[in-house]
């Protein structure tokens, strides 16, 4: 067996996005000089002025991660407690204990073949009277039906949150996907395409909302003398915004770099019989999170035994999202079946993905998958 030689040994399914250190030491710098490190200082600030036009959104509320973005979004849209939220059982933990943390129940719908995400015209056999949102996620940056989500929420009068984590600078028919629904979440944890090491955001068209999440963020503090809401501390850091206001100006080359990969990846899997690369709806642009492959029955292997593979050989592929969150011992019920999740599931294999990525680990990885390993 060859090891492949790279930081640690190992090559990981994404490698952080990492500005100039002096460039960093800049920033400090001026943060230290400035002797404000963090609720809502100048950097955060223009990060967030910043993003508005990056995402293109009205609205942006930055947020010290993902998760307690999602977490306040939830918590701004004010429903009742123990009513029931649609949501997707493919994606990470975060997005089903968001809904649970906020004293709602998670309702699994079934999944796309194609995209992966929720599958809208399975949402209404699941709306109860008790059904008050819909929760989706734009998974692998796959975009969500969002149409047909939308005449669903106008129909049955729920509310809509999208989890974006995946689709950072996603355009759908030209619009930033921040737009639709309710509240859109965002993480820029380091694993993602733009990162604030840990880090987050929400966007949303309704600007009465703007001063709710703010106040949440900041513990439902409205002034010195007055504390109105239940909030929580979301707030991101002046350092967390300088690595963004940096990162900011790295991405879209990370972008360009990352589709190269994707071409070739591309170029050379589509003519490997029994694999299938999810395709990005035309009228959607690509953030370029993830690539996602799946392992079809026809193929000479499974997904497990090709993840034992590449690990093998010190190339740390990931089985996103296994198991699903319908598996998790916290949400399991062996009553549910969902046709196109169960199968999926065993199938689906994330590939490193990112700009720095070495050709040589390119090409290793295009001969494991022709099942060349020595
Ligand atoms: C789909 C999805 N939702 C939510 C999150 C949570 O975001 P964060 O890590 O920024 O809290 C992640 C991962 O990081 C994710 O992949």
């Given at each position: 067996m060859v090891n492949v030689k790279t930081q640690k040994n190992k090559v990981f399914v994404t490698s952080p996005l990492l500005p100039d250190l002096d460039d960093v030491a800049s920033q400090l710098k001026e943060i230290w000089a400035a002797k404000w490190i963090t609720n809502m200082g100048e950097k955060h600030n223009l990060?967030?002025?910043k993003l508005k036009d990056v995402l293109n959104v009205d609205n942006v509320c930055l947020f010290n991660n993902g998760t307690i973005a999602l977490l306040t979004a939830i918590k701004a849209l004010d429903i009742p407690i123990g009513s029931e939220v649609i949501t997707t059982p493919f994606t990470f933990a975060a997005t089903p204990h968001c809904i649970t943390w906020n004293g709602l129940k998670p309702v699994f719908c079934d999944i796309e073949p194609d995209t992966m995400t929720i599958d809208a015209n399975k949402i209404?056999?699941?709306i109860t009277p008790?059904?008050?949102?819909i929760l989706g996620v734009h998974v692998y940056g796959f975009p969500c039906n969002v149409k047909k989500i939308d005449e669903i929420a106008k129909k049955y009068n729920l509310k809509v949150i999208y989890d974006a984590a995946?689709?950072?600078s996603t355009e759908i028919e030209g619009?930033?996907?921040g737009n639709f629904g309710d509240i859109t979440m965002f993480s820029f944890h380091a694993t993602k395409l733009f990162n604030t090491v840990e880090g987050g955001c929400l966007t949303f068209n309704n600007s009465d909302l703007y001063k709710k999440i703010c106040n949440l963020r900041n513990f439902g503090i409205q002034n010195e003398e007055c504390v109105s809401d239940i909030g929580i501390n979301g707030k991101m850091n002046e350092i967390q915004a300088a690595i963004g206001?940096?990162?900011l100006n790295l991405f879209r080359?990370?972008?360009?770099?990352?589709k190269k990969i994707y071409d070739l990846y591309n170029s050379n899997i589509s003519l490997i019989k029994g694999i299938r690369i999810p395709k990005m709806p035309s009228n959607t642009t690509n953030s370029y999170q993830y690539y996602p492959i799946i392992i079809n029955d026809d193929y000479y292997t499974d997904r497990d035994d090709l993840y034992n593979r590449f690990k093998a050989i010190n190339i740390m592929t990931r089985k996103y999202f296994y198991p699903a969150c319908?598996?998790?011992a916290c949400y399991k019920d062996n009553s549910k079946h969902y046709e196109v999740l169960d199968d999926i599931k065993h199938r689906v294999l994330c590939l490193p993905f990112y700009g720095s990525l070495p050709c040589e680990v390119t090409d290793k990885i295009i001969r494991g998958l022709n099942g060349k390993f020595e």
């Open positions: 990060l967030e002025s209404e056999a699941l008790k059904t008050k949102l995946h689709a950072f619009k930033g996907i206001l940096l990162n080359d990370e972008q360009a770099k990352r319908s598996d998790y």
